[in-house]
């Protein structure tokens, strides 16, 4: 089936999630699913669509089990097809898909779940003993390690784990269970999901784990990805970069992780700054040390206006931005900006090993 057919088929299923079937053949005939989903190894992100021979399927409003189908294979790379069944080939044309032939493995919230949401680590081993399926997914594909990761359960995120959970499963939003222990600020959680393979730059086009670990405002876990990895230019389409995100919740010191690492002061989100941010939330510390590494005090965002104009008159940020208007970066401030530009991310590690003297280093540094 062609790119654009199989687009839109999937449009089709996302908008119709019910869908209604109108079997063809005799009621002798063995029947086929209605619809199967084949994982393509295409870069597209598609995935070729068959309607099964001999089936009609027509609009319908209720249910929605297609939907999750598709999400669930979107999401969950473990998976390589899933058939949808039409039920009895007897059904007439008012019948709706009934289910999805995923057994043990789609369903609604099981007790792995709640025993992994509420830490309760014995009933957790218990169910695994006897066979429970620790990759069981709700109807928004949250499995038993998104709960656990959410909620800073170390012992069943090493319990799930060690009986086969997936590290990297993706629920509805596309967040990874590292994404959620980011988001819990829980570094044990962390520490492993990363010694388990856990990726610390997952192809998302959400918020990342650095993204989750700025909002919460954890500079541990900050740190502990910036070392491993992780994208300090990592852009969601909603927060921008992971400095975007430190500056509007106003988490100072992850922050200056991020700048003192190498991030980009003046990457733009819709032309908006992190200094645009900083100016919104009125925090004269974090307009001063923005500007110090290099924020520009005359970027506009896409309304045309400059950080200063979201400040009041005669505040504290407003005298900032006056100041340094009248008063421009020395030459010493300025060599050093430009030398952390030109050193990109990773600027510590690359201007620790550069033969000048010490003292030179720690001022690179900002130390």
């Known amino acids: 089936m062609a790119g654009l057919e199989v687009a839109k088929l999937l449009a089709e299923l996302l908008r119709n999630p019910g869908m209604r079937a109108q079997p063809a053949g005799t009621a002798g ?19 070729p669509c068959q309607r099964g021979r001999g089936v009609n399927l027509e609009r319908a409003d209720s249910g929605g089990p297609v939907l999750a189908a598709v999400s ?56 695994i003993e006897s066979g429970a399926c620790v990759n069981a997914v709700t109807y928004d594909s949250i499995t038993p390690l998104h709960e656990a990761s959410l909620r800073g359960q170390t012992q069943c995120v090493k319990l799930l784990l060690a009986a086969g959970a997936q590290v990297d499963a993706r629920n509805i939003d596309g967040s990874t269970p590292l994404c959620d222990a980011c988001a819990s600020g829980s570094i044990e959680c962390v520490k492993v999901l990363l010694s388990h393979g856990a990726k610390v730059n997952p192809p998302l086009y959400t918020a990342s784990p650095l993204h989750e670990a700025c909002m919460n405002g954890s500079s541990e876990c900050v740190q502990l990805l910036i070392d491993v990895g992780a994208n300090l230019e990592a852009h969601d389409c909603h927060f921008g970069t992971p400095l975007h995100v430190a500056c509007a919740r106003e988490h100072l010191d992850c922050a200056k992780l991020l700048l003192k690492a190498g991030a980009n002061v003046n ?39 400059k950080p200063s104009d979201y400040t009041w008159s005669s505040s504290p940020t407003a005298k900032c931005f006056e100041y340094y208007e009248k008063t421009p970066l020395s030459l010493s401030q300025l060599c050093r900006v430009t030398v952390r530009k030109a050193a990109g991310q990773r600027a510590l590690e690359k201007i620790a090993k550069l033969n000048i003297p010490p003292r030179l280093i720690q001022y690179l540094s900002y130390n």
């Open 72 to 127: 669930l294979l979107i999401h969950n790379p473990g998976r390589s097809r899933l058939d949808v069944d039409v039920g009895a080939p007897s059904m007439g044309t008012d019948d709706v898909i009934s289910h999805v032939s995923l057994p043990r493995f789609w369903a609604d919230r099981t007790p792995v779940h709640e025993a992994a949401r509420r830490g309760e680590i014995l009933q957790l081993q218990q169910l």
């Open 267 to 305: 990457a733009a989100k819709l032309h908006e700054t992190a200094l645009h941010h900083a100016a919104k939330v009125k925090n004269v510390d974090l307009v001063e040390m923005l500007i110090e590494f290099g924020g520009n005090i005359y970027a506009r965002d896409n309304r045309g206006k």
């Open 29 to 47: 005939q063995a029947r086929q699913p209605a619809l199967r989903l084949d994982r393509s190894k295409d870069r597209s992100g598609w995935f």
